[in-house]
């Protein structure tokens, strides 16, 4: 299982931090990411991570402003700096499985809502 939480509201410029736990199975042989989806709009990607914190990617959008990181154990964290009202949306994470040569999500989480007001 994926559990993700510490989403909440905060004003542009602001920062959060959500996070994320997996338990119940080994996910040692998938990247962790996370995906966002605002109201109306297509799931996208965000970011993602080996759990020895390397393989890191991000979209566009949120390079320089977002970190992605892990503990290497059981835990996902997106530090979110900077905040604008465009990364309001519900945010999820997700085991990403290498398939025919690219990396997919295997496993959601349940998602954590962040807004952001002006």
């Known amino acids: 299982q994926l559990q993700a939480y510490g989403g909440g509201l905060v004003q542009a410029g602001g920062s959060l931090r959500p996070s994320c736990t997996a338990s119940g199975r080994t996910f040692g042989f998938y990247l962790m990411g996370w995906f966002r989806q605002a109201p109306g709009k297509e799931r996208e990607f965000v970011a993602r991570?080996?759990?020895?914190?390397?393989?890191a990617a991000y979209a566009n959008p949120v390079k320089g402003r977002f970190t992605i990181s892990t503990d290497n154990a059981n835990k996902v964290y997106l530090q979110m700096d900077n905040l604008k009202p465009e990364d309001t949306a519900v945010y999820f994470c997700?085991?990403?499985?290498?398939?025919?040569?690219?990396?997919?999500?295997?496993?959601w989480g349940q998602g954590t809502q962040v807004t952001v007001s002006s």
């Open positions: 991570i080996a759990w020895n914190g390397g393989s």
């Open positions: 997700a085991a990403l499985g290498l398939l025919d040569g690219d990396w997919r999500p295997a496993y």
